[in-house]
């Protein structure tokens, strides 16, 4: 803390000096000299008080081992424990594609797109907005998702074996351990997605589009390996990884 008030009341000093000159006041004159004594005890005090409440320690810093001026983000998927309500089982039509008419930039829908477990092999939803669904413990094997838009889809342990994800955008989707063999990525955007413990064996990442720090970690996923049995495509080649 000693550190952080010492910058901060540094940063309210020089403030406190070039603030006058700055919006075209007087510059001090010997009249005014008197009050800078003054002025530098103000800077103190008030960064004294800003640092002690930028630096509480809530439960959440807590958990971290450490102090941060802000609550830390969590990115999706990083999340430990999820709450979702129950499935719904009445209802005889929750399995199906339903593209949101709302814009995918924040999963944006008007209920809840709950797809969980479900059994959808060999279903079409080419260029739908899945967004936000749901999809945990699902099989989509062979499912066709062709420049579909997949933003924040939360699928840990669901099956897209064999599915095709041709120009689609996979973006800061959930797929702790997925199954992907022989799935198709090519030309398709996969920002900030998690494969962790994923399935990735005989997948096709041709032309995909893949940040190098999202990349690092998909290398080093052991299963990406083979070749895929549409496109004859090495995986891990594929994938841009090193052999």
């Known amino acids: 803390l000693a550190t952080a008030d010492h910058v901060l009341v540094g940063t309210c000093e020089r403030t406190m000096r070039v603030l006058p000159t700055s919006v075209g006041a007087a510059a001090p004159t010997a009249a005014t000299a008197g009050t800078a ?3 530098a005890l103000s800077a103190r005090l008030a960064a004294a008080a800003l640092s002690s409440l930028l630096f509480v320690a809530t439960p959440q810093m807590q958990i971290l ?7 830390a983000a969590v ?25 949101s008419a709302m814009g995918q930039a924040n999963a944006a829908r008007d209920s809840l797109y709950d797809l969980r477990e479900c059994q959808m092999v060999d279903s079409k939803a080419p260029g739908f907005d899945l967004s936000g669904a749901l ?66 064996e005989n997948a096709d990442f041709t032309e995909a589009y893949v940040g190098s720090f999202d990349q690092r970690k998909l ?8 070749e895929n049995p549409k496109t004859g495509a090495p995986t891990r080649e594929s994938a841009g990884c090193p052999p």
């Open 135 to 200: 999809m945990a413990s699902g099989d989509f094997s062979r499912a066709d998702f062709k420049e579909a838009q997949l933003s924040k889809v939360y699928a840990p342990g669901a099956r897209f074996d064999g599915a095709d994800f041709t120009n689609g955008v996979v973006d800061r989707a959930y797929f702790k351990g997925a199954s992907f063999r022989g799935a198709l990525f090519n030309n398709a955007v996969l920002s900030a997605s998690s494969f962790e413990d994923a399935d990735l």
């Open 219 to 226: 290398c080093k996923n052991p299963t990406l390996k083979g």
């Open 37 to 39: 004594p003054t002025q």
């Open 75 to 99: 990115a999706d998927g990083d999340t430990q424990t999820f709450k979702f309500p129950p499935i719904d089982r009445s209802n005889k039509k929750r399995c199906t594609f339903v593209s």
């Open 65 to 71: 081992g450490g102090f941060s001026p802000v609550p």
